[in-house]
């Protein structure tokens, strides 16, 4: 059964850093490209960062990019999401996912990923 494991939220002032992990499961992590997303209170779910399966090709959010990182561990099946200069808009519980058929254009969209873990809380005070 594959499981996507988040950890690392929490709540941290506005301005500040955090570093999201999420453990995978997967046989073949460096098969699967990886995302994540955020849903804040009474808001959609959208995309916020995604990294190939290779690591040399990433996407952010507008919102996001220039303040956050994503990267990868394929020896520890992990994927990360560096967090700075985190601002109170920022808070949503952040979501890992794991996709594997779609093209890089496309990995900004939910319906790329097969398998999703339960969220982290992220909450950043003004």
């Known amino acids: 059964q594959v499981q996507l494991v988040e950890s690392g939220g929490g709540l941290v002032q506005a301005g500040g850093s955090l570093r999201l992990s999420c453990a995978a499961s997967?046989?073949?992590?460096?098969?699967?490209?990886m995302g994540w997303f955020r849903q804040a209170p009474g808001k959609e779910r959208e995309s916020v960062a995604a990294i190939s399966r290779s690591g040399d090709y990433t996407y952010y959010a507008d919102s996001v990019k220039g303040r956050f990182t994503i990267s990868r561990d394929d020896a520890k099946n992990t994927v990360y999401l560096r967090m700075n200069s985190l601002k109170p808009e920022d808070t949503a519980v952040y979501y890992c996912?794991?996709?594997?058929?779609?093209?890089?254009?496309?990995?900004?969209?939910?319906?790329?990923?097969?398998?999703w873990g339960q969220g982290t809380q992220v909450t950043v005070s003004s």
């Open positions: 997967l046989r073949t992590f460096s098969g699967y490209f």
């Open positions: 996912a794991a996709g594997r058929y779609y093209s890089p254009t496309e990995y900004g969209k939910e319906q790329a990923y097969n398998y």
